[in-house]
């Protein structure tokens, strides 16, 4: 919410490399641990769990292109591809919460 505005908006993307390089020691971790705990989940509530199974899987997608397409080749040129794909992640996270709110 701060970062990638500020980002864009100085078409420089130092700071945004040097947010991810500190995030990802956090995030990779958690998101190997969000998919295993998330395929062990059994529940009368299928339908809820598939829902947070595809967002899962998107934000595995996401992620994964990220890593390896975007970053490696992040220019002031291509910042835009980088916001294309933290912003559909954001959406993504926060329908998490609202998907987890609706177990209860």
């Not at 996401?62 to 975007?70: E, G, I, M, S, Y």
Request: proline share 6%; hydrophobic share 55%.
């Amino acid at each position: 919410m701060t970062v990638l505005p500020r980002v864009l908006k100085e078409k420089s993307p130092t700071e945004l490399l040097r947010f991810e390089s500190g995030f990802e020691k956090i995030g990779v971790p958690a998101l190997i641990i969000q998919v295993i705990t998330g395929v062990w989940l059994e529940n009368p509530l299928s339908c809820l769990i598939m829902v947070k199974l595809g967002l899962l899987l998107l934000t595995v997608v996401f992620a994964l292109d990220t890593r390896l397409r975007v970053i490696p080749n992040l220019t002031e040129q291509n910042l835009l591809s980088l916001a294309y794909h933290i912003i559909p992640v954001t959406l993504i996270s926060v329908l998490f919460v609202v998907v987890g709110v609706s177990f209860r």
